[in-house]
């Protein structure tokens, strides 16, 4: 599938974002949320920030951003709609909780009522995100029950790296409990173990579709190979779904993105924890990045490693 | 509304003879003459006249070579939408611009909803949708909706273009959920199928697949000492009778 920038963006930064807002909801409704507008601000208007972004991001992808509104229509059948109804819902939940929070302190009913609706709210953005791709047959990488866990743990990981990193500047990390740098790091590693399941599991997933079911032939040909294609030059659906040109880097790519996060991001979080003070924060800021781009080489390959079934009208033995 | 009707009244669909075709093109053309001139707005072309020359198109004829067991054969294989019963590019719109009429099966896209997300052409495993490049609205097959319903076109008009020109007769039109049609019944005397039948989609159209080749048909070629040894023109000829 073709990697768009636009979606590799949205999914990214989006999922950082509602990954960091689910935190948040979370120190809300425990009343873990440290004191200090500064903190609050920070925290909460880098999470809603980098929401917001991803959001904008998936809009450049529509041919008719104007008409974007229509999307949230169709809730009852289509993930993508879902995903637009839920992260609006979201985000207003987390404006009031950040209000909340800066109006009337951290400890208050009113930032434990938002932080159930957020924390809750950012996830099923997550999974509706996730399921927009989990839902479609036609590209069996997607079509697995690895889509969601991937999705969700790198969404929580990358959140709670940006949050420890956010926390850290304004001092508050040390003063919010601990197990918000180590459930980021239990995220980290629960992502890095999905994700490597998700490869191995698509490397030996057994095909379910060949050439000759595309054009009815099973059982009255063995095998069927192009001979001349519909049209003189690449098609729409071609550059769409048929996507081929870097899939040979893939090895390497995978290689960067798991040093990305595991030699990186996880050393970087653990070190900052022991060492404290502005150190600290710089190395979280340096895992928080480190984490984020991660995610965008294993989005990359997220889509460009995708076989959807229509290359079995060109060429494709099976899929 | 982008969920599925539950039933449709009727499933209006072609049948496609890939014994009969010949890969003309003629139904691609067809198709792309009459929705670029029909009710809605033109299926664009880029760089028409250039060397890199695309454009968005409906119906799509692939040429493979295919083998059974008796060799290798060539097979037209025009492809398009297949109006599914269980659509995916219908419950995956987030604007409701994809849907499946309920009177007849037939799925379309309403243009002036639709926010080019791509998201349907992502679903279909048969590449049935194109992207309108220039509208950045998605388009595909309508069945031509806009002929089968037109009372001011002559009865024998009023059947998808591509059926109306095929030259060979490979493609049939008609209700595929009554199983007295003229299609349900040839779709049973040919054992026509659903492509790519695990999908899940339950396509309505059907293809007829090529017929066998009748067994006395002579072998293809035949190499070697014993193609060395076999006498040609006249003695072949007698020695072949002599030996059936
Ligand atoms: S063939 Fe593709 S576009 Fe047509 S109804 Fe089926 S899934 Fe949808
Ligand atoms: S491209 Fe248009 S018709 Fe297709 S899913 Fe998006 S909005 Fe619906």
């Not at chain 1, 008409?67 to 985000?91: D, I, K, P, Y």
């Not at chain 2, 033109?42 to 040429?63: F, I, K, M």
């Not at chain 2, 039109?173 to 790519?196: C, K, T």
């Not at chain 2, 059907?206 to 067994?215: G, V």
Request: charged residues 15%; aromatic residues 8%; glycine residues 10%.
């Amino acid at each position: 599938m073709f990697p768009a920038r636009s979606i590799i963006l949205f999914t990214t930064l989006s999922g950082a974002g509602f990954g960091a807002l689910a935190w948040l909801g979370l120190l809300g409704l425990a009343g873990g949320l440290p004191e200090g507008i500064p903190t609050a601000l920070l925290a909460g208007g880098l999470a809603i920030a980098l929401s917001v972004a991803g959001l904008v991001a998936s809009t450049f992808h529509l041919r008719h951003p104007e008409r974007a509104w229509r999307a949230f229509s169709q809730w009852r059948s289509s993930w993508l709609s879902r995903e637009g109804v839920f992260s609006v819902a979201t985000l207003g939940a987390a404006l009031a909780m950040v209000a909340a929070w800066m109006l009337c302190g951290p400890a208050n009913w009113a930032v434990t009522v938002a932080g159930i609706a957020t924390l809750l709210g950012a996830l099923a953005t997550v999974v509706s995100t996730a399921m927009i791709y989990r839902s479609l047959w036609a590209v069996p990488q997607w079509h697995n029950g690895w889509t969601v866990p991937v999705f969700l743990a790198l969404a929580v990981a990358t959140g709670g790296l940006v949050l420890c990193a956010a926390l850290s500047w304004t001092g508050a990390l040390t003063v919010s409990p601990a197990w918000l740098a180590i459930g980021t790091l239990l995220a980290l590693f629960a992502a890095a173990v999905a994700k490597t399941c998700a490869w191995n599991a698509a490397s030996h997933a057994v095909p379910a579709s060949d050439t000759p079911s595309a054009l009815g032939l099973s059982g009255r040909a063995a095998s069927a190979h192009p001979l001349e294609a519909p049209h003189t030059s690449e098609t729409w659906l071609q550059h769409e779904m048929a996507y081929r040109v870097a899939r040979r880097h893939a090895g390497k790519l995978r290689r960067i993105a798991a040093l990305l996060g595991l030699l990186v991001a996880l050393p970087a979080l653990l070190l900052a924890l022991w060492l404290g003070g502005l150190g600290a924060s710089l190395l979280l800021t340096l895992a928080a990045l480190a984490g984020l781009a991660a995610v965008l080489v294993e989005r990359w390959l997220f889509f460009a490693e995708a076989r959807h079934k229509v290359t079995l009208y060109y060429g494709a033995e099976q899929v | 509304m982008t969920s599925l009707p539950e039933s449709t009244q009727r499933k209006l669909g072609l049948v496609i003879d890939l014994d009969t075709c010949v890969g003309c093109h003629a139904c691609a053309v067809a198709c792309k003459q009459w929705n670029d001139t029909g009710v809605v707005a033109p299926l664009s072309d880029q760089n028409p006249y250039g060397t890199e020359a695309s454009g968005t198109w409906l119906n799509r004829v692939h040429s493979f070579e295919a083998r059974d067991d008796q060799g290798g054969f060539a097979l037209h294989f025009p492809r398009s939408c297949l109006h599914c019963d269980n659509a995916p590019c219908v419950t995956v719109c987030p604007t409701g611009a994809s849907y499946k009429r309920t009177a007849d099966g037939i799925v379309l896209v309403d243009e002036d909803l639709c926010i080019g997300c791509g998201l349907c052409a992502w679903a279909c495993p048969y590449g049935a949708r194109e992207m309108d490049e220039s509208q950045g609205v998605m388009k595909k097959c309508t069945l031509c909706a806009d002929r089968i319903d037109n009372q001011h076109l002559p009865v024998e008009d009023r059947v998808p273009a591509c059926v109306r020109t095929c030259p060979t007769s490979a493609r049939h039109f008609g209700d595929l959920g009554d199983p007295n049609s003229e299609v349900s019944l040839l779709v049973a005397a040919r054992g026509g199928v659903a492509l790519m039948p695990e999908s899940g989609c339950a396509p309505t159209n059907r293809y007829l697949p090529p017929r066998e080749r009748r067994s006395a048909a002579a072998p293809v070629a035949e190499t070697g000492e014993a193609a060395a040894d076999a006498p040609g023109g006249f003695l072949g000829w007698l020695d072949r009778v002599l030996s059936a």
